[in-house]
């Protein structure tokens, strides 16, 4: 099994910065990809970017150039560091791992003011 604790959201203005960090524990060894979706009411949840075991990376198209996923081993933490942030981006932010099963976090807020 696998746990997941996001943390780092927050209210942030329009152009400001962020970094998100999920921290993973359980059965780590297992988790072949990780990655970020977020889901804003109203909206359907969406790939934000994922990051697999080999260090590929996908972004999606919306969040591209402006988001970067990164991966620390040694903390088992994935982060999400978010740049120009946009009233578009708010939403729940959730951290996702791939094992053969699928886990999320709990979430954490972005909310992205003017």
């Known amino acids: 099994q696998v746990q997941l604790v996001e943390s780092g959201g927050g209210l942030v203005q329009a152009g400001g910065s962020l970094r998100l960090s999920c921290a993973a524990s359980?059965?780590?060894?297992?988790?072949?990809?990780m990655g970020w979706y977020r889901q804003a009411p109203g909206k359907q949840r969406e790939l934000v970017a994922r990051i697999t075991k080999g260090g590929s990376t996908i972004y999606g198209d919306s969040v591209k150039g402006r988001f970067t996923i990164s991966r620390d081993d040694a903390k088992n933490t994935v982060y999400l560091q978010m740049n120009s942030l946009q009233l578009e981006d708010t939403a729940v932010y959730y951290c996702n791992a791939f094992s053969g099963s699928t886990y999320w976090g709990r979430g954490t807020q972005v909310t992205v003011s003017s």
């Open positions: 359980g059965s780590i060894f297992s988790i072949n990809a």
